[in-house]
């Protein structure tokens, strides 16, 4: 609780009288902190692939760039450090702008079989590279009204982490279909993306949509997460009035369940 107290000229009064404020700032006091560890996670994670990039350097310039089977590793480092700090920025950005309300969704009708169709073509190559089967079943002549793009971003950032976190030979499903409440409320559609994966442990299940939040930090970046994809994808599901959960049992594999309404409020 703050309280302040401030000398104020009554209207018609000759002696001056005090207001005194009194708010409660806890909620101001938890945002502050949040944004300060969201500024001191974002260093730290900048920093770690520039200091690989320097450190390889470093040492071709010492010497190592002589040996070419040495030189071409440590120039792959370098290559995909490189590129693991384009995506930590890109999504930094993103998150921001969200955030800031910067970038209004621009809803529009979406036709759900051919938009996943898109989507499953553009994973394709990378889901063939591990060998996993992308089975996509939606309901013919399925529309919803949504911002595509971000659409896009959310249902990528699923099907992509279905594929990272699954191995060799496994297969990632993606589903939608309308869902009629029996209560009378209003029709939705669920889209949900299951893969044959490693799975989340319990423990971690309620935390993996926090910004940074890794329940591997090692295998994220062997597959080149960056650790911000679900906490964008919630952001954007809520944008959209929808709601986003996951379902997961450790060494079985991972739903995740998307619901939106078909028409935006
Ligand atoms: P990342 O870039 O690390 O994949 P995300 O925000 O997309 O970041 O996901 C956060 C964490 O949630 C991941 O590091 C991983 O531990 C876990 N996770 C996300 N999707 C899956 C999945 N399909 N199967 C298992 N774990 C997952």
Redesign the pocket.
Known sequence: LEINIVPMKMSGEDEPGLLLVMQDVSAIRKLERMRSEFVANVSHELKTPVAAVKGFAETLLAGAVNDPETARSFLTIIQDESDRLNRLIGDILELSKIESRRAPLQFSPIELPAFLARMTELLGTEAARKNIELDVQVEEGLFLEADEDRLGQIVM?LMQ??I???PDGGKVKVRAFVVTPEDGAEEFVRLTVS?T????PKK?IPR?FERF????KA??RS?G???????IVKHLTELHHGTIRVE?TVGIG?Q?ILELPLIQP
């Open positions: 950032n982490n279905g990272n976190y699954t893969d994966g490693i799975g989340i971690d993996i939040y890794r329940v591997d295998r994220s597959s997460g960056t650790g911000l994809g679900l906490s997961s991972s995740f």
